[in-house]
């Protein structure tokens, strides 16, 4: 299994799901957790954009182009292009090693907050394979005004296309095309002439512009320490609850998984069907609600009497965009109507407001499904997305022998002291949480 080397993929398996079910599913209540920390400083450094020697080159949103190379001795060095062949004014920052360049017409979106940073963040775009040599085309999501969302305007800007709606962001995810970039960029910010001081607005009702990122997933051992031999002595094995498992797929003609699959759909737009291609969601699904049949009973998912809801957002490769994993959670709370939605996959840490954290908390709110969600392997960077959400049952990590965190399977708890809205127990409030909710260690590192 190849694991995440990006801080953006990072993950761990969602035992925290079949935990829920085992202990008793506890409906939504009036309480809510607190939000993750603002996102820190001291989290592992990004990787160098390119190796010695090498260049690349990446079309921002504003349609500036950027070359990336690395000189002997390490540092990295940018060149900026506007569409024309001018040099625009830009800025250039290093933060925790990802090198960032704002040309100076971007810069006040990106300070009032109307762009995401990431879309500037050329170390990620290049990680993630949004340079130019590998695509013509930047994903994004846009999130509509209140205004706009409540006329039901459609999500739309010259010179990108229409890719799906995410109603549970009240936005949709677009794509521009690298030809199209000066003629979106201009549409995107036309009439966006203001006083001084006041904060700039983007065009059509839109109200921020999103990296449609990639999220990728990681394995963990499944474990025999929380207990659930003892809730199946009780007879409780979660029998007829519906479950959604957002994932790389699932081989549904394994014996642990026959006859345990009720629904499924693929969100992955060049993998129609829902065949995991990876294994993790596979092996997620099976340590939910697998039957053991493959093992003479040895191997039993902690839940097996559940009924499983197979959402493929993952390709692969183990990895996703941040659009096909929210139109995943739409699909198994709203039309699936699962009480439960594992999510063992994650992206960068951050205070919830990102559009995953959004629809997880929306989605629980409208549905009452409760998503539990890896806290991610970042460490002391933090709570990852879609973990970071108000209303996420975010699941931390133990290894076989102790109940407490194990590198590199941790995250850092929110700093306030909350309860979730679905489960009774404290949220976070020291490392690790109530031991029911912990997860094993991941079996490899990163």
């Not at 970071?388 to 929110?414: E, F, H, Q, Y």
Request: proline share 7%.
């Amino acid at each position: 299994m190849a694991l995440s080397h990006r801080r953006r993929r990072t993950g761990l398996i969602a035992l925290g799901a079949a935990l829920t079910l085992a202990a008793g599913f506890t409906a939504p209540g009036a309480a809510r957790a607190a939000a993750a920390p603002p996102h820190p400083t001291d989290r592992p450094a990004g990787q160098p954009p390119a190796a010695a020697g090498r260049t690349s080159t990446v079309t921002l949103i504003t349609g500036d182009t950027v070359t990336v190379s690395t000189s002997a001795d390490g540092s990295t060095v940018s060149t900026v292009r506007r569409p024309d062949g001018s040099t625009p004014t830009f800025h250039r920052t290093v933060l925790d090693g990802d090198t960032y360049v704002y040309p100076d017409a971007a810069l006040s979106y990106v300070t009032s907050g109307v762009l995401d940073r990431q879309l500037f963040n050329v170390t990620e775009l290049i990680a993630d394979g949004y340079d130019d040599a590998h695509t013509d085309a930047l994903p994004l999501i846009v999130t509509m005004t209140d205004a706009a969302a409540r006329d039901r305007t459609r999500p739309a800007v010259d010179g990108a296309e229409l890719v799906r709606p995410l109603d549970s962001v009240r936005g949709a995810a677009l794509t521009r095309q690298r030809a199209t970039a000066e003629r979106f960029w201009t549409a995107l910010t036309a009439g966006s002439t203001r006083r001084t001081g006041d904060a700039p607005t983007l065009a059509n009702g839109i109200a921020k512009v999103w990296l449609d990122g990639r999220v990728h997933a990681n394995l963990a051992d499944s474990t025999a320490q929380i207990g659930a031999p003892r809730l199946w002595a009780e007879g409780n094995t979660a029998t007829g609850v519906d479950v959604a498992v957002l994932d790389s797929g699932a081989d549904a003609e394994h014996p642990d998984l026959a006859g345990q699959i009720a629904e499924s759909h693929s969100f992955v737009p060049s993998e129609p069907d829902i065949l995991d291609y990876k294994g993790h969601g596979t092996h997620v699904a099976s340590t939910i609600a697998g039957t053991g049949a493959a093992s003479g009973g040895v191997e039993r998912g902690v839940a097996p009497g559940a009924r499983l809801h197979i959402g493929k957002v993952l390709n692969s490769e183990g990895s996703g965009q941040d659009s096909w994993i929210i139109a995943g959670m739409e699909w198994a709370a709203r039309e699936q109507k699962a009480r439960v939605v594992s999510m063992s996959l994650g992206g960068e840490s951050t205070d919830g407001g990102d559009p995953m954290s959004q629809a997880v908390d929306r989605l629980s709110a409208e549905t009452g499904a409760l998503f539990v969600i890896a806290a991610g392997n970042s460490g002391p960077a933090s709570i990852g997305s879609p973990g970071a959400a108000n209303s996420a049952l975010t699941v931390g990590a133990v290894d076989a022998t102790t109940t407490s965190p194990t590198s590199p399977a941790r995250a850092r708890a929110p700093a306030t002291v909350g309860s979730s809205p679905r489960s009774p127990h404290p949220a976070w409030t020291s490392w690790p949480p109530a031991r029911t909710w912990c997860a094993a260690a991941p079996a490899t590192t990163r």
